[in-house]
Structure formats: structure tokens, C-alpha cells
């Protein structure tokens, strides 16, 4: 199973957007909707900020949002603010019942 | 408040067997909505997904990992545990349990992971 693919980092500045790519093919991403996205900061472990393409958990702040379009999914990042500034990850299920991670992207706030 | 809390040597030598517990409080590893899942994260590299355990003890693993691996589950301690036989190198990660909820990708609960060193 190949990892996923996104863009190594992205950069944008406060108050901007951007987004981040996540793409697999129809074994993984095209044909579930169980993708999610994963914030990690240096030394931490990853925090669930996305689910299921487009479902935020309780305290993720809805400056977060995902969604998806036939293989790719993607992250939105609104308002763009310092403490975002992390390595990004998603992850998806796959037809042979196990999951596959991105290989993320590292996000730069100028 | 559910925590996962990964615990085992952090030096093991090449060739041998790493193996690893995580141990579940606050609540059950007996539940029917939840697996719980093994992730590892080579230094200064992406992560990468181990396997899976249900309570019932159904596994999936990582097909690249598969021959070495074994998930189990001891729901008498609240805990599952990883073995990942045949190590090198390769393998010095920092190892995360977490746990994913059912019928879904919401990995929503993980352990503060721990640093194992493949070294002789």
C-alpha cells in the first residue's frame, strides 16, 4: 500500500488560507469516505482535527474543514494564525481492510 | 477521561523482538464501538499505520509489516499489546497506540507515544 500523497509544505500568512492536498487512488480515498486529518506539533503526538472527510470534533476550531473530490481530499486552513504552524497528515481506509497515511506536509505560518 | 499510555524497553537490539504495551484508562477495552491501533513514526519522517486489534481479537495489519507483527488484546488488564519480531534499524520510531472509533476513521484518542531505539 503506497502512502499518500501531499504536497512536502505549504506556507501562507496570518489571516490567509491555504489548503493541503491528500491524494490516493480508488483503492483508498476515491472509494471511502473515511479520511481524516491529523495536526502534530514538535514532539507531540498527532490530534485529530478532521474525520470522515468533512466532520470536526468537539474543540477543533471550525477554521478547520476538509473536504474531497474523486481521489483527492483536501484540508482548509481559514484565518490562518501562528499556532498552526505543524506537520499536517491524512489518513484513509482501503479496500484490503487497512489504513494508509499521508506522507504530510509542513505547514510554515510567515 | 479516556487515556492510552504506550510503556516497554527503548533499546532493543537487531534481530530481536521489540515489544510494547498500551495500557487503557478511563475506559474499556472491552467495548464494541472502538479498535485499537498501533502507529509508528520513524525520527524526522511521516507516520505510518501497524495494524488493529478488536476486542474480540480480530486483527488487520499493514501488509508490508505482516510476516513480523502480532496485535493482541488482554481485556482482564485494559491493555494490547504490539510485537514486531526480526528488528533493524529500520524500526527506531517513536510507536503510538490510539484508539479509532467503529464504523469510521475517527482516530480520536492517542498515547503520548514512546521512543524505541533498534541498536546493538
Known amino acids: 500500500q503506497s502512502a499518500l500523497t501531499q504536497p512536502a509544505s505549504v506556507s501562507g500568512s496570518p489571516g490567509q488560507s491555504i489548503t493541503i492536498s491528500c491524494t490516493g487512488t480508488?483503492?483508498?480515498?476515491?472509494?471511502?469516505?473515511?479520511v481524516s486529518w491529523y495536526q502534530q506539533h514538535p514532539g507531540k503526538a498527532p490530534k485529530l482535527i478532521i474525520y470522515?472527510?468533512?466532520n470536526r470534533p468537539s474543540g477543533v476550531s471550525d477554521r478547520f474543514s476538509g473536504s474531497k473530490s474523486g481521489n483527492t481530499a483536501s484540508l482548509t486552513i481559514s484565518g490562518l494564525q501562528a499556532e498552526d504552524e505543524a506537520d499536517y497528515y491524512c489518513d484513509s481506509y482501503t479496500t484490503s481492510s487497512t489504513w494508509v497515511f499521508g506522507r504530510g506536509t509542513k505547514l510554515t505560518v510567515l | 477521561q479516556l487515556q492510552l499510555k504506550e510503556s516497554g524497553p527503548g533499546l532493543v537490539k537487531p534481530s530481536e523482538t521489540l515489544s510494547l504495551t498500551c495500557t487503557v484508562s478511563?475506559?474499556?477495552?472491552?467495548?464494541?464501538?472502538?479498535?485499537w491501533g498501533w502507529i509508528r513514526q520513524p525520527p524526522g519522517k511521516g507516520l505510518e499505520w501497524i495494524g488493529n486489534i478488536y476486542y474480540s481479537g480480530s486483527t488487520h495489519y499493514n501488509s508490508s509489516l505482516k510476516s513480523r507483527v502480532t496485535i493482541s488484546v488482554d481485556t482482564s488488564k485494559n491493555q494490547f499489546s504490539l510485537e514486531l519480531s526480526s528488528v533493524t534499524a529500520a524500526d527506531t520510531a517513536v510507536y503510538y497506540c490510539?484508539?479509532?472509533?467503529?464504523?469510521?476513521?475517527?482516530?480520536?484518542?492517542w498515547g503520548q507515544g514512546t521512543l524505541v531505539t533498534v541498536s546493538s
Open positions: 490510539s484508539r479509532r472509533v467503529g464504523g469510521s476513521g475517527r482516530r480520536d484518542f
Open positions: 480508488s483503492s483508498d480515498v476515491g472509494t471511502y469516505n473515511y
Open positions: 478511563g475506559g474499556s477495552i472491552s467495548s464494541s464501538s472502538h479498535y
Open positions: 470522515d472527510v468533512t
